[in-house]
């Protein structure tokens, strides 16, 4: 595949105001091989949180695209991450998301490894005959590239040529902070998890997480239900929000380098926001413009396929490319460590209510995933035009809500909330181009 061919699929003019992504890039098998090796391959990629690895033992399995990945803490507790497969023929050697376990062993021929991945049994060793030449290699784990963690979320790399994730993570930080420190104790992952597919590309969902517009048509029923229940009518909880007042709130974006980018808006009723009931404790610790901005409802996404999502209650959202047309999703619920008790059943509620496979929100999303994935088949139809609503109020770098954050995007938005702006997605695509275009050009348009 040639670099021009990469370069067209996103018609990226911004001083036109022009900004198309052509079907292709959610559909063509080929583009989606080239991205386990050039997207995937390169960058940074979320594994799981700390929390879930916090004591000597505990693992993880978790993906890198499609390459399985075992996150483990071994006896002194240092973290490590291995390819979660066996060095003799390639099984996959952790099955489980989470566990403790001195060892791992495989269930193919019995070959032993323990928590920091070294080798400490071959079956049958003594009896195999092995020439020489097998000692010459290491049975031992593979280790990723790179492993790292950012306010207690673990990253890993396949490629040694990432930059340092504090450097590809840039001024996305502050808002990965606001997620994690809203207790002096630190974050948990509450046990147990949203895991389903859905039958559509995976940038279906990183698009989806930024797009405000779909809101008041595809979740109609959900808004129907909130405002019953502000009535009292129904199963009637004093956490429903009331989203005709949420509706009026100002809102607006800011996007980054690599390909990150964030949308908020402010919240008529900041007394439902789960971190309400500590915020005092967390504007003495942090300030007042910190306590602000926790009480704002943000989705942040983290490219390529991780979002910490902070609308209706704090999660981490993944999502897995299976193939072109098949996706995976991971949804964790997070919560302070120590959460009283009442406040931790209200958490759960609002998550069940929204983000559950079965809850108001995730059906609904799903249904179109697989909707505009099967439009893609349509001939002659080409380029996409879901990218230009409120292209018009775009500020190139940072705007006064952004220096006053001390952060410097590369583009800034705000507006009323009804603007439920698209331009939040140009970033991810402009990565998405940089980083195929690269690679295709490295290899001379082979894959």
Request: hydrophobic residues 35%; proline residues 5%.
């Amino acid at each position: 595949m040639r670099t021009e061919r990469i370069e067209g699929l996103v018609d990226d003019r911004p001083g036109e105001k022009i900004f198309r992504v052509h079907r292709d890039v959610f559909a063509d098998p080929e583009l989606f091989e080239l991205e386990m090796k050039h997207v995937f391959g390169k960058t940074w990629c979320f594994l799981g949180a700390e929390s879930q690895v916090s004591k000597p033992h505990e693992y993880i399995t978790s993906w890198i695209g499609r390459t399985p990945v075992l996150v483990t803490r071994d006896a002194k507790g240092v973290l490590g991450a291995f390819l979660n497969i066996c060095p003799h023929k390639g099984t996959q050697l952790a099955h489980a998301e989470h566990g403790v376990s001195k060892y791992h062993v495989c269930a193919y021929h019995g070959w032993g490894f323990d928590s920091s991945g070294r080798n400490v049994d071959i079956k049958d060793l003594e009896k195999g005959l092995y020439p020489k030449s097998f000692d010459a290699y290491s049975h031992d784990l593979i280790p990723i590239a790179k492993v790292a963690s950012y306010c207690g979320l673990v990253f890993g790399s396949l490629s040694d040529e990432v930059p340092p994730l504090e450097e590809y993570l840039g001024d996305i930080r502050p808002f990965i902070d606001m997620a994690m420190k809203q207790s002096p104790k630190g974050m948990e992952v509450i046990p147990g998890r949203v895991r389903y597919t859905y039958r559509a590309n995976w940038k279906m969902q990183m698009d989806n997480a930024m797009d405000a517009y779909h809101l008041t048509s595809v979740h109609a029923s959900y808004m129907d239900v909130m405002t019953k229940r502000s009535r009292g009518e129904g199963l009637a909880d004093d956490r429903s929000y009331d989203w005709k007042k949420r509706l009026t709130q100002l809102g607006g974006m800011f996007d980054f380098p690599h390909g990150h980018s964030l949308i908020w808006n402010n919240q008529a009723e900041v007394q439902k926001r789960p971190v309400y009931a500590t915020i005092d404790e967390v504007k003495a610790r942090l300030g007042p413009l910190q306590a602000d901005w926790m009480l704002k409802s943000k989705i942040a996404m983290i490219f390529p396929n991780f979002q910490i999502a902070d609308a209706t209650t704090l999660n981490l959202r993944t999502f897995r490319p299976i193939s072109v047309g098949l996706t995976e999703m991971r949804v964790h619920c997070i919560a302070p460590i120590g959460e009283e008790i009442g406040a931790r059943r209200h958490r759960l509620r609002q998550f069940e209510d929204f983000f559950s496979a079965s809850g108001f929100a995730t059906p609904d999303d799903i249904a179109c995933f697989e909707s505009v994935q099967r439009g893609y088949a349509a001939e002659p139809y080409d380029y996409l035009q879901g990218y230009f609503r409120g292209f018009d109020s775009v500020e190139k770098g940072a705007n006064d809500m952004a220096a006053e954050l001390g952060i410097r995007p590369l583009h800034s938005q705000v507006g009323d909330f009804e603007l439920t702006t698209e331009a939040t997605m140009h970033a991810p695509y402009r990565e998405w181009v940089r980083l195929m275009r690269d690679g295709v050009a490295r290899n001379g348009g082979a894959k």
